[in-house]
C-alpha cells in the first residue's frame, strides 16, 4: 500500500482540494501499484526552507511501499512527481525533495493485520 506524504510551505488555501485525487494516477503509473492501494497525505502551510530560503514554494515528501521501487523506478517516480508538483502547485524540481523507503509487509498494517498475513 503506496502512502505518498507531502509538506509544503505553499498555503493551505492554493492547494487544489483535489490534489490526492490527481495525483493518484500519476502514483498507479509509477509505484505500479493498483488505485486503490495508494495513499496520498499533503500538508500545507509548513515552514519548508531550502538552503535558507522560505519564502519560495518547496516541497518535501516520502513515499513508502512494499516493493516496486528501485534505482530506476525511484529515478522514474521522482521525475513524474516533480513535473506534477510544479504543475499543480507551483514547487519547482529543485525545490522538491522526496525519500523512498521500500518496506516490508510486516512493517505495515491495515484492516487490523499485517501486509504479510494479506
Not at 8 to 14: R, S
Not at 31 to 60: L, N, R, W, Y
Not at 79 to 108: C, Q, W
Amino acid at each position: 500500500m503506496p502512502c505518498l506524504k507531502i509538506l509544503t510551505n505553499v498555503p493551505t488555501a492554493k492547494i487544489p482540494v483535489d490534489f490526492c485525487k490527481k495525483i493518484t494516477p500519476i502514483m498507479v503509473e509509477t509505484v505500479k501499484k493498483e488505485t486503490e492501494h495508494m495513499m496520498c497525505v499533503i500538508s500545507g502551510d509548513c515552514q519548508v526552507s531550502f538552503g535558507g530560503d522560505s519564502s519560495a514554494p518547496a516541497a518535501v515528501a516520502t513515499l513508502e511501499s512494499i516493493g516496486n521501487l528501485g534505482v530506476e523506478e525511484n529515478k522514474y517516480i521522482v521525475k513524474e512527481l516533480a513535473n506534477f508538483m510544479h504543475k499543480e502547485i507551483g514547487v519547482t524540481p529543485d525545490r522538491f525533495f522526496i525519500s523512498f523507503y521500500d518496506i516490508r509487509g510486516y512493517n505495515v498494517g491495515r484492516f487490523g493485520i499485517t501486509f504479510d498475513n494479506l
